[in-house]
C-alpha cells in the first residue's frame, strides 16, 4: 500500500465516520414499520377510529402498549392518557336513501352518491324535497332562503357553503352544518341535505365523511345528509334546473330562489348519540439527558382519530392520519434504540378528536403543565403518506424552523412554498406562540374522508422519507 492510497482510505474512513450515528438512526426508520402500523390501524376492529368508539380505544390501546414497549415515561394525567369528553354519534346498519323521481326511484351508493353527516339524528322520513340556496335565514337584513316556503315535514337541500358575496350591513352565519340544520329545523324542516356549490371541493372528494360540524344543540330526530353534485342535478331535473344555473343565478342576483323540487326521498337511519363521550389524548415522553434543557420540549404529534363507520362502511383513515401516528410512533422507537439521548425533552402525542375541530390538541395545549415558552418546537404529521412530495406548512410563521427543516431535506422532496397561521392540530399550538412545522404531502387528499383512504393507496418511499425528515428535525430541534 502507498503511501497516496494510505491517505485516500484514512479520508474516506474519516468521512464515513463522520455521521456513523445519523445514517444508523435514519435507517431506523423503515417503510415497512410504518407500514405495518398503518395496517393495524386501519384493520376492521379499528373501525375508522371514531372517538368514543370502541374503536378509537382499540387503536389507542395498542399505540399506548407501543408506548410502553419503547419505555417512554407516560405524561398524561392518567399514565399515559390524557382524558376529556367529546360529543359522539355512532351511525350503524341499516341506513336507507331513496329518491322518488316521477317516472324512477334511484338507489344512491352510500359512500359514493351520499352519507350521512357524523351527527345527524335518527328517524324514517318520507317525504318533497325543496331547494333552499344557502339555507341562511336572516330575514333581519333582507336575505331569507327559507322565506315563502312551507316546509313542514320536509326535506330542504342547501349549499353547504355561503354565498360568496357580501352582505351590505353584516356578515354571513358560520356556514357550519349545524347551524344551517337548526335553522331549517326551525322552519318545520325535517331534514337537510348539504351539497357542495359547483367550484368547490374541486381535486377532492364532494361526498365526505364528517364529523366537523360547529358548536350548538343536537336535535335527535332531524335527519342530515350531504350528497354529490350528480345527485343533486337529478333531484333537480324534476323541475327542469341544475346546481351551476341556479348558483349562477343566485349569484348574479344576490337574492334567494328557492322551490319544491318535485323529487321525493326516502330516508332512514337510528344513530346512538352521547353528549359527553370519554376519550383521551396518549402522551409518552423521553427526558432529556442535560439538567438544564430538559425543561425545554420538543412535541412530536398526529392525530389518531379518524371519521369511524357509516351504515357499516368504514372508513379507515389510511393517510388521515394512521400514517401521521405511524410516524410519531417511528421517531419514538428511532430516538429510543439509537444511542443519540436528546438534551431537550421529547414529548410523543397521539391526539384525539382532530376530526370534529382540533378538540385534543386544543386541550393539550390548555393543560400543558410548564410554560407554553418551554415548547421550543411542535411538529404535526397529518396526512403524510399519499403523493409525490412533501409540503411543510407554518413555515412562513416559524421561518427559523423552515430553513432548519429546509436544511434537513436531503432528499430534496419539500416544496418550495409554505404557508403560516398553523393548520389542522398544529393551529392551538400557533395561537399559544408555541414555534412549530406541519409536514403534509402534497397532493394528498385523493381519498379523503372517503372509504378508499386504505393502505393500498398510500405511496410507502415517500411515506419514509418524510418521517425520516421529520426524525432529523427533531434531532436537530433536541441537541
Ligand atoms: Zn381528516
Given amino acids: 500500500m502507498n503511501h497516496i492510497t494510505r491517505i485516500l482510505i484514512f479520508i474516506f474512513l474519516f468521512l464515513n465516520f463522520q455521521n456513523p450515528v445519523s445514517a444508523l438512526s435514519d435507517s431506523l426508520i423503515s417503510r415497512e414499520a410504518l407500514m405495518h402500523t398503518v395496517e393495524i390501524l386501519t384493520s ?21 402498549e ?19 369528553k367529546v360529543e359522539y354519534n355512532a351511525i350503524p346498519e341499516p341506513c336507507g336513501f331513496e329518491l322518488h323521481l316521477r317516472s324512477q326511484i334511484i338507489m344512491p351508493r352510500h359512500g359514493i352518491d351520499y352519507t350521512f353527516r357524523g351527527f345527524t339524528g335518527s328517524g324514517d322520513l318520507f317525504a318533497p324535497v325543496v331547494f333552499a340556496g344557502f339555507g341562511i335565514s336572516m330575514p333581519e337584513y333582507g336575505y331569507d332562503d327559507f322565506a315563502g316556503l312551507d316546509l313542514k315535514g320536509k326535506i330542504v337541500m342547501v349549499f353547504k357553503n355561503n354565498p360568496d358575496w357580501k352582505l351590505p350591513e353584516t356578515s354571513w352565519p358560520g356556514a357550519l352544518p349545524r347551524e344551517k340544520a337548526n335553522a331549517a329545523r326551525e322552519h318545520g324542516a325535517g331534514a337537510i341535505i348539504f351539497v ?31 350528497i354529490s353534485r350528480e345527485l343533486a342535478d337529478k333531484i333537480l331535473a324534476e323541475s327542469g334546473n341544475d346546481l351551476e344555473t341556479l348558483y349562477n343565478e343566485l349569484k348574479n342576483k344576490q337574492q334567494p330562489i328557492s322551490f319544491e323540487t318535485g323529487t321525493k326521498a326516502h ?63 417511528e421517531i419514538a422507537r428511532a430516538f429510543s434504540l439509537s444511542e443519540i439521548k436528546p438534551s431537550r425533552s421529547l414529548i410523543f402525542v397521539l391526539f384525539t378528536s382532530e376530526e370534529q375541530g382540533l378538540l385534543g390538541a386544543g386541550h393539550f395545549v390548555e393543560n400543558f403543565p410548564e410554560p407554553h415558552k418551554n415548547i421550543i418546537a411542535m411538529l404535526n404529521f397529518d396526512c403524510i403518506a399519499h403523493g409525490d412530495s412533501i409540503q411543510i406548512g407554518n413555515g412562513k410563521s416559524s421561518p ?57 393507496t398510500l405511496n410507502p418511499g415517500l411515506f419514509e422519507a418524510i418521517v425520516r425528515l421529520g426524525f432529523r428535525i427533531t434531532r436537530k430541534l433536541a441537541e
Fill in 66 to 84: 407501543q408506548f410502553q414497549n419503547l419505555g417512554l415515561i407516560p405524561a398524561g394525567d392518567d399514565g399515559y392518557y390524557q382524558h376529556m
Fill in 267 to 329: 330516508i332512514s337511519v337510528r344513530t346512538e348519540y352521547n353528549p359527553e363521550a370519554s376519550t383521551f389524548n396518549i402522551i409518552g415522553m423521553i427526558e432529556g439527558n442535560d439538567a438544564k434543557r430538559k425543561n425545554e420540549f420538543i412535541v412530536i404529534g398526529a392525530h389518531l382519530d379518524h371519521v369511524g363507520s357509516q351504515c357499516g362502511t368504514i372508513y379507515p383513515g389510511a393517510n388521515d392520519n394512521a400514517s401521521g401516528s405511524a410516524a410519531v410512533l
Fill in 44 to 64: 376492521a376492529e379499528m373501525a375508522g377510529r371514531l372517538p368514543g368508539h370502541a374503536g378509537f380505544t382499540r387503536a389507542a390501546l395498542y399505540m399506548t
Fill in 400 to 456: 427559523e424552523l423552515w430553513e432548519l427543516a429546509r436544511k434537513s431535506d436531503n432528499e430534496k422532496l419539500v416544496v418550495d412554498r409554505s404557508w403560516g397561521g398553523g393548520g389542522a392540530d398544529l393551529t392551538p399550538f400557533f395561537n399559544a406562540g408555541i414555534p412549530g412545522l406541519y409536514m403534509v404531502s402534497t397532493n394528498s387528499y385523493t381519498y379523503l374522508h372517503t372509504p378508499e383512504d386504505k393502505p393500498e
Fill in 196 to 226: 357542495s356549490a359547483p367550484f368547490e371541493r374541486i381535486g377532492i372528494p364532494e361526498v365526505i365523511g364528517s364529523v366537523l360540524h360547529g358548536p350548538g344543540d343536537h336535535p335527535a330526530d332531524f335527519l342530515q345528509l350531504m
